[in-house]
């Protein structure tokens, strides 16, 4: 009887480290990178992978001089009251663009004019101007056509019908994303550190609502972007980011992440870039698109991106409105959060404010009423007493011009 048991234990054993065997021999990084973040001594694509770099060039003929002075300037007292306010709330940088010019520029915890900063989920904000870029230069037809057109693996499947607008209103259909399942065979975690996380996004999410119907905000949604434009351009994700966007506006260039060596680029985070290169982005927007006499992107795109989704009135094509206002506002979920979320203690006081807004409490916000662009980025701050509330740098500084 011992003999038997031991036999069937033996065996169980060997099917075991078959199994093992052959999944890890099928995605090594994934296992690797996924003991890692199980025994707390790895880290996520947002913040770099060794080896899995792809650099993203930059333009930069020089950096904004700062210039707080003559009219239209902000008050000293609420740039140091907003300065005050992003140094103790882990900030990493702060920086304010008013009437024209740069008014106000700081780095803090050691970073400079030239570090990388993490967007987090401020690059799902990027890979849309990207689209746009794609779309008037001919590659992408359209914002209705169907996302099947370049992932053709969806033709003839119930995700045929999903649009390039769908993907940009986060309503793509698919089975909930946000549910932090860290399990190895979840769609969650293979999707966002596998080294083939394309494979699983295009082909693992089942659809469960009818495009267009039902939001949820999802890394996956925002990954496809990369794929759809390296098949739609011919080139990676990286390099048309640069050619399309970040040269054209004199950035500074950096790194995307990409889910392996020679793989596909994580469009939904893991862009890192000079605080600089955020502002401009903003500033881009803030001018309608208009760089250097012309327009970068495609006709009507400014009225369709501020539009407000039919799933979820705060977000345009992945982009966050200022409205409606929520005490607390949360990415999974439309309305306000009972648990876990942003704070807001008051609307915002423009009501055309939007935003890039990533995790973290990685913010910029865009006012062209005020002529206004804020970028903040850092860390998350939930300490008694220094909390981070969204609304508190915009208004501060709305308010002080204002009551000039």
């Known amino acids: 009887m011992g003999k038997t048991i031991g036999k069937i234990f033996i065996g169980f054993l060997a099917l075991v480290m078959l199994v093992g065997g052959v999944l890890y021999l099928k995605d090594p990084l994934f296992w690797k990178r996924y003991y890692l973040i199980a025994t707390g001594n790895g880290v996520l694509p947002q913040s770099g992978w060794a080896g899995s770099e792809y650099m993203v060039a930059g333009d930069a003929q020089q950096l904004f001089d700062v210039v707080n002075e003559g009219e239209g300037s902000i008050p000293a007292e609420a740039l140091a009251q907003v300065s005050e306010y992003a140094a103790e709330r882990r900030s990493t940088s702060l920086l304010i663009w008013h009437k024209g010019k ?102 693992d999410y089942e659809v469960v609502a009818e495009p267009g119907t039902k939001y ?47 793989g596909v680029a994580h469009s939904g985070c893991c862009l890192l870039l000079p605080s600089e290169s955020w502002l401009r982005m903003g500033i881009l927007l ?13 006709e009507n795109w400014m009225e369709d991106y501020l539009e407000p989704s039919p799933a979820n009135p705060a977000m345009g094509l992945h982009i966050w409105l200022g409205k409606p206002y929520f005490p607390k506002r949360s990415w999974a ?21 939007f935003m890039f807004d990533g995790s973290g409490n990685q913010v910029m916000y865009i006012i062209p009423s005020m002529d206004l662009v804020i970028l903040r980025t850092g860390g998350f701050s939930w300490a008694p007493g220094k909390e981070w509330d969204n609304s508190y740098i915009p208004n501060t500084i709305i308010r002080s011009i204002l009551e000039q």
């Open 333 to 353: 979920q439309v309305g306000a959060a009972t648990g876990f979320g942003v704070i807001h203690s008051e609307p915002y006081l423009a009501d055309d404010l």
């Open 286 to 298: 803030l001018n309608g698109g208009e760089i250097d006499g012309q327009s970068l992107f495609s």
């Open 102 to 203: 740069l008014r106000f520029r700081e780095h803090y915890q050691g970073l400079d004019e030239n570090s990388l900063i993490v967007g987090k989920s401020m690059a799902k904000m990027v890979a849309s101007l990207v689209v746009s870029r794609a779309i008037k230069d001919g590659f992408i037809a359209g914002l209705d056509e169907p996302a099947s057109t370049y992932i053709t693996e969806w033709q003839g499947t119930e995700k045929a019908t999903i649009s390039i607008r769908n993907l940009l209103h986060m309503a793509a259909g698919f089975e909930k994303y946000y549910t932090l399942d860290m399990s190895p065979f979840s769609n969650f975690t293979r999707s966002y550190i596998s080294g083939y996380s394309d494979d699983v996004i295009i082909n």
């Open 216 to 262: 949820d905000y999802s890394q996956a949604v925002s990954d496809l972007i990369a794929i759809i434009i390296k098949r739609a351009t011919g080139k990676p994700y990286g390099q048309y980011l640069s050619e399309s966007l970040i040269k054209p506006i004199h950035a500074q260039g950096g790194e995307v992440m990409l889910n392996r060596p020679q």
